[in-house]
């Protein structure tokens, strides 16, 4: 096979660059991350003309070569590197029609690097109604570039920009403005110090440390004989840089680009009247949040219990078919209930990446930042806290990357730090299940179900516990910080139906592969150390026979005194009984006390846990909460899962940073440890003394 | 001292000199510069932040943010 060439699709963010990606690579793309870091690496194949094939890598979104966060880093250290294997051979830079102006400005720097740069127009579709004509031929000429006027919405151009990058070798790689007139003297210095390397390279490396400071300057600091600029001194000179490539680009449109005016009058000053009016933007706003919870909660739980059945019967049926052994227990009783605790979360974090990513691609997503940037502020938050606040229901570890793009240290750290408190998808199955078991099924005043309101409670609970905790956070915190808030105001846009459809795939699957290798992993170990055990249990059937001697029990009912006899004495319920002491205080007995420290790899392990340690022995076809129905308080001869311990419980998951996935990133985005330890034991305590306040409460 | 900060909905301005150090720079690539035109669009509700349009891109900035970039107001005709 030929070798593939690289090409980068480069753009601001609301170009639509990912749409242009979808249309090139189709569903042949894989997304992936950046090694040691968490940007998201979204790459794939397209095809061209004559069999040629491209390698396409789309990069994240950025306004600019001066990085201001870990994704924008990104592009600038790959278009650094020639040696990487990713250095695109050929650039196409995603511009929006009406936002061209200020696009453009990427696409500058973009040249400035002698990269063969192609400058993709899209949304073309909209010049017409918006009435926008542009001269082509001589915006060619004056940016040294070949332009693709391109619609991924209509589908429209992708032949012409595809015979461009096929045709990449012709590409002029001139500059289209000299960068050096900002400080001509500077400059000159720099190309004396540094004869064989690209001026504006040099510059970008320079300017890279006063904003992000990642880029290795080994080189630059081996030439002793160069003295650099003050960072201020720098900070002034990317000033003069921006302000000239603004004066050549309102130049260069002033003679390509006509909009009259007359026809602008549209689409977003009407709904931003309606969506960001005082009133009804917040009505609107928390109608949206609640019909996203109906999805959440009562859409998603017909498939939710169509799975369990389906995993219970289907450990069932494996059982009866394949031969008896331990291999075939280890399938049973403790793969397949553990993998049923996993697929079971489908629907809801499907359903939670479908509105979100609805409401990023329309636009509504900044009126939302926008709206409640003044309300957050209050307790030491950013209106941008607003979108991980709401991602993290589904899962804390995209909404603790969601964080980045907020520009304040402090608020984002204070954002990171609290997210975990919202009620995020992992708690919903052990909320279902309880909640299932201790609240009765009664309605109040004949039509809210008392059930619904209680997990409604929580979720409430999750944020109240995330707001107050920021607004104390935000007093003690003694972290100065440059405040700085820039949103951009996208145009409205009806969300492509195979951009949403891909990023619900995407996302969902990620979730069920990562929190999969977990869960399958917990509920091997599980199974092991609750079906071995030492001493006594190997001799269960006989001590259990002794003892029962004189009660003339039925085969069936020592079976099951055997079962629960040999449970107590495996490995697990050693280790159980040792945490025992512990949870006792809480309501709980050994094996909730075993789910719970499972759960401190992920809270989703409590009822696929619970569903091993239950089944292991038992031949019956039950579901998980049947059996947790009819699991009986030795010391009382009531359920075990009462009221009192019901409501313990809840508490304790709403508060306990119970997921090793959520530390690892909250390491990751605040590089040190003590954050996510930090985390780790103060929502863990929180967690204990309020489960241990209300237990002995309503005992 | 005229800002941003003082326009008033549906005004605009034309932007002066400020202080890079005050100002992050990711709004200068935004188009907030010297001599380009400001418009203010709409503020959220208790006046803060400010939904503008700067050289013909839509953006939100806080007011604390505003104030420290002088203008000079365009007189309606």
Redesign the interface.
Known sequence: MAKQFNVALIGNPNTGKTSVFNQLTGLNQQVGNYPGITVEKKQGVCKLARGVKAHILDLPGT??L?A?SLDENVVIELLLNKNDKDFPEVAVVITDVE?L??NL?LFTQIKDLGIPTILAVNMADRMKRKAISLDIELLEERLETKIALISSRKNEGFDYLKELITNYKTLSVKPCLNASVIAPEYFDRLRKAFPNQDLYKLWLVITQDV?FGKLDRQEMSSVASFKTESI?NL??L??KE??AR?QFINGVLKETLTIDTANAKDL??RL?RVL?H?VW?YVIFIAILMLIFQAIFDWSSYPMDLIDSTFASFGEWTKNNMPAGDFTNLIAEGIIPGLGGIVIFIPQIAFLFLFISILEESGYM?RV???M???MRRFGLS?KSVVPLIAGTACAIPAIMATRNI?NWKERLITILVTPFTTCSARLPVYLIIIALVIPDQRVLGIFSLQALTLMFLYLLGFGAAIFSAYLLDKVLKIKS?????????NYKLPLFKNVAITVIEKTKSFVVGAGKIILAISIILWVLASYGPGNFNKASEIVQKQEIANNLTQVELDQKIASFKLENSYIGHIGKAIEPAVRPLGYDWKIGIALVSSFAAREVFVGTLATIYSVGSDEEETIKNRMAAEINPANGKPLFNFASGVSLLLFYAFAMQCMSTLAIVKRETNSWKWPMWQLFVMSAIAYVVALGAYQFLK | MITIASLKKGQRGIIKEFSVDVVPLKLLEMGCLPGNEVALVQTAPFQDPLYLNINGSHLAIRKETAAQIRIEIIENE
């Open positions: 306004y600019s001066n201001s936002n102006k200020r400005l904003n201020s900070k002034r990317q000033q921006t302000i603004y977003r000053s931003d960001m005082k933007g900044s930042v926008f709206l940037d003044r309300v209106g520009e440059k405040t700085f808030f820039v949103v951009e105001m996208p």
